[in-house]
């Protein structure tokens, strides 16, 4: 019984001493078992593998009994939770490899109380079968559950019951302790003055209140304004939801942004008139920044020289051209005149370029369409083809199959008849077998001799050749020389010399060094300053430039705005005609192929919205395009005559 309350008791320690959150099964029993060794071997594996159970299967014995401390252990002490898991770990999963008198000894070292309360609740086939089964069948499956804890649980039921009997006799049995009868403290009444009696007071008159008035029910109810300003704001913001889906659905997909200088343009037969409900997109602000804004820009050296290199090629170009003109150079206004007309014939071409790649990308997207067409055609061919060709190989897949059904018959018919013939040739391959083994054994014992052999020789040459080492270092050596620093080898080199003067000429030199790179550091950093200040001239250099530039780019820019306005829409050129009639074909031979899909197929026979959409965004594209023309025309014409009166 002693060896057996020892082996629990130190279950119970190390299991109290593992902390989940902390420690890892693995690492925990490693440590168990170093801690251990003091143990017998038979001890040490019962401990461990208890141990290693009650870890493995926690989840399982925390649900029991956590129940018997709910239900029939609230008297019991949260000291003893681990002894109750590992009894109930070995009566679960030990009981059928330790036998049921190993059993019975063990909880017989045990206190009786405590066994017979927890076996009691433990083997009682009600909670068995019912909520232990189904706690535990959330955690493993049903059929695992049932046949390998709770059938043997309820096998050995009947056994485990005669124990309890056993140990309740034992209890009822047990002599109790004598009771040492202590002295009773008997109390005593204080010696105190009686009281006088109380007189009973007059009893007052109880007032007759008025009947109050009952609290209205509009005290509880909200007031109409409130209620209807509720309508109003749900029927507001259901409206307002409603405004903008509608303008999300129906915005106009090319929109042409307008400053505030442009005037509006209003051309009721083009642009249709679009009544929308307000918008109520919450839209980000945004910061615009003009080309005349003094943004604070800090450059670097290389970009300040970089810039002041420019403006100084750019003023000599200059003064080139000026002493040209005081040598007699001619002057550049007929040039100018033929460069601004030039410029002006590029814009009419890039106008005219823009409408090419306008009505090319028309053009590629009827051909799409149209390609979209032919591939459906070409689908459908592709489709009936390959139904044709499914029933040919399902037809083939059959034949097959007959095939495949008569070679394996005949592969039986054959298997059969080789079986015959088995037991004789395993007879000869068995003696063939014994053989060969023979002649291994006999191979293996003259290798395993010669290794032996060598293996003798080896140690033997070892030995000798540590009783030689040994030898030499007993040998005496001569620890200890001097040596003169101030003495010169005398090897006969060319610049020998003793370690004392060369540690002279090493200062020497490392002074000499120190001087050179204090004067390099005078130059650095002089440098640095005839830099700084050639950079700081030319920065001065560059705000001058840069101003000068500025008005002069703002000449160029007006002159350029009164130039950029054009007689009217661009020109027509060969190829916008020739782009316009092939999209004209195009939509022509797309209409007939879509007449010809709608006598194939009715259901079909609805326009599609995305081809209708398509049709509208073009539209839009050209209208927006219009527009914007028409808005440069007018700026134009608006700033032709100021500009005139200023020239004058």
């Not at 083939?396 to 095939?403: F, G, K, Y």
Request: proline share 5%; net charge positive.
């Amino acid at each position: 019984m002693a060896y057996y309350e020892k082996c629990i008791e130190t279950v119970i320690e190390q299991l109290d001493k593992f902390n989940p959150e902390k420690d890892s099964p693995e690492q925990f029993l490693e440590t168990v078992s170093t801690s251990l060794q003091t143990l017998s071997a038979q001890t040490q594996a019962f401990v461990l593998e208890v141990l290693s159970g009650c870890l493995q299967y926690q989840r399982l014995l925390t649900i029991v009994v956590d129940a018997f401390y709910v239900r029939d252990g609230r008297l019991c002490l949260w000291a003893d939770y681990s002894l109750f898991e590992v009894i109930c770990y070995l009566a679960t999963f030990q009981l059928d490899e330790l036998g049921f008198q190993l059993f019975c000894n063990i909880i017989k070292s045990q206190p009786l109380d405590k066994m017979c309360k927890f076996l009691r609740f433990f083997f009682n086939p009600l909670n068995l079968c019912s909520w232990i089964k189904d706690e535990w069948s959330l955690v493993y499956e049903i059929a695992y559950v049932k046949e390998n804890w709770i059938d043997p649980l309820m096998r050995w039921q009947p056994k485990v019951q005669e124990l309890i009997s056993q140990l309740e006799r034992m209890l009822a049995n047990h002599p109790s302790l004598p009771k040492t009868k202590a002295k009773v403290t008997e109390p005593k009444e204080f010696n105190l003055s009686a009281p006088r009696p109380r007189g009973i007071p007059v009893p007052e008159r109880v007032p007759i209140l008025a009947k109050p008035r009952p609290v209205p029910r509009s005290t509880y109810q909200l007031p109409k304004e409130q209620q209807l300003l509720e309508i109003t704001k749900r029927y507001n913001r259901r409206k307002a939801e409603e405004l903008l889906l509608r303008a999300n659905m129906e915005e106009m997909r090319c929109a042409v942004p307008r400053s505030r200088g442009e005037p509006l343009v209003q051309d009721s037969k083009k642009q249709p008139r679009l009544q929308f409900g307000p918008r109520i997109l919450k839209t980000p602000k945004l910061t615009f920044y003009k080309p005349n804004d003094d943004v604070p820009v800090k450059l670097n050296t290389a970009a300040i020289l970089r810039e002041g290199a420019l403006y100084q090629r750019q003023v000599e170009k200059e003064l080139q051209r000026v002493d040209q003109l005081v040598d007699g150079a001619g002057d550049f206004s007929e040039f100018l005149e033929w460069q601004k007309r030039m410029q002006a014939k590029d814009r009419e071409e890039q106008l005219a370029a823009g409408e090419c790649r306008r009505l090319q990308g028309k053009l590629s997207h009827e051909e799409a369409i149209l390609a979209r067409q032919h591939l459906m055609q070409e689908n459908k061919q592709k489709a009936n083809q390959k139904k044709e060709e499914t029933a040919e190989l399902m037809q083939q897949c059959a034949e097959r199959r007959l095939q495949e059904e008569r070679s394996m018959k005949e592969l039986v018919e054959q298997v059969l008849e080789t079986q015959k013939n088995v037991k004789v040739a395993q007879t000869k391959l068995l003696k063939v077998r014994q053989q060969i083994v023979q002649e291994v054994i006999e191979e293996s014992r003259e290798l395993l001799q010669r290794s032996t052999e060598a293996a003798k020789e080896e140690q033997r040459q070892r030995c000798e050749l540590i009783s030689q080492l040994r030898a030499l270092e007993m040998q005496p050596t001569r620890k200890g020389k001097l040596v003169d620093l101030t003495q010169i080898p005398g090897y006969g080199l060319e610049g020998e010399m003793s370690i004392m003067e060369l540690r002279e000429r090493l200062a020497l030199l490392k002074e000499s060094q120190r001087r050179e790179e204090e004067e390099k550091r005078d130059q650095i950093i002089q440098g640095k300053r005839a830099k700084s200040q050639e950079l700081q001239n030319t920065v001065e250099q560059i705000s001058l430039c840069r101003a000068a530039m500025g008005r002069s780019a703002a000449l160029r820019w007006e002159e350029k705005k009164a130039l950029s306005v054009g007689p009217g829409a661009p020109c027509q050129d060969e190829r916008v005609l020739e782009l316009q009639r092939r999209i004209e074909e195009k939509a022509a031979e797309r209409h007939k192929q879509a007449a010809l899909l709608h006598v194939s197929a009715p259901r079909a026979a609805r326009p599609k919205p995305r081809a209708q959409l398509e049709a509208q965004h073009w539209l839009e594209l050209e209208r927006s395009r219009e527009r914007r023309l028409r808005a440069l025309q007018q700026e134009g014409s608006a700033c032709g005559p100021a500009r005139r009166l200023e020239a004058a």
